[in-house]
């Protein structure tokens, strides 16, 4: 299994890729979790994410595609793997096929999860007292917002004309959103 999971940020695709990728007993791999992840840590990689992450724009695709390839390769994803937070750019999408049909198999599903925006920008604000992100200042958040809608919501089209996108609402309980994307990625999985 194959997966992408997309939607603006704050939309909860960290917190349901967790779920989907445990059904399906794949790893999810989110990148912005390796980027903060590397950020703590302080190595090289962390240092310069760091820079265009505290501003809210995207870290370079060659610095992103090369973490994201280092990933897949490593051997739990093998039998597959959901990928939270990639690709986000059209560049990413081309070099993510690459990456999949090298090792011979194809995308399953394209999840997007739909939120209201005025909704998201409260719960990141919320995620920012309890997390304590730096990027979760509102200011930040609109330009997050601004750059997804420029660079990364034409990625859904490009899917959608490969019959593999499943739009599912991400409004509601934490559950329901989970239960809505068993019930269409099921059907994905019996066809
Ligand atoms: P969110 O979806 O809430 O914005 P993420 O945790 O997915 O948060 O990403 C946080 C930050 O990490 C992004 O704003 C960006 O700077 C960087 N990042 C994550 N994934 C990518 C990517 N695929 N390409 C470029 N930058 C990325």
């Known amino acids: 299994m ?28 989110s990148t912005g979790d ?9 190595t090289p990689l962390g240092i310069e994410a760091k820079r265009y992450m505290d501003a809210g724009d995207y870290v370079p695709d060659e610095v992103t595609n090369l973490m994201v390839r280092n990933r897949i390769d490593e051997e739990d994803a ?22 999949i049909k090298f090792t011979g198999h194809s995308l399953d599903a394209v999840v997007v999860l739909t939120v209201d925006a005025d909704e998201i920008v409260e719960r990141l604000l919320q995620r920012a007292q309890v997390e304590g992100r730096a990027d979760d200042t509102e200011d930040v958040i609109r330009k997050r917002q601004e750059i997804y809608a420029e660079q990364t919501e034409p990625l859904i089209e490009v899917y959608r004309a490969r019959g593999i996108l499943i739009e599912v609402d991400g409004m509601g309980e934490v559950a329901e ?13 019996q066809s």
Do not use: C, W
Request: glycine share 12%.
């Open 78 to 99: 093998e039998p597959g793997f959901l990928l939270d937070g990639y690709p986000r750019t059209l560049a990413q999408v081309e070099e993510l096929d690459g990456m």
């Open 2 to 29: 194959r997966l992408i999971m997309m939607g603006p940020p704050g939309a909860g695709k960290g917190t349901q890729a967790k779920f989907v990728a445990e059904h399906f007993g794949i790893p999810a791999i």
């Open 177 to 189: 959103v989970t239960q809505r994307i068993f019930e269409a990625l099921d059907v994905v999985t």
């Open 34 to 42: 390796i980027f903060r992840a590397n950020v703590s840590e302080g």
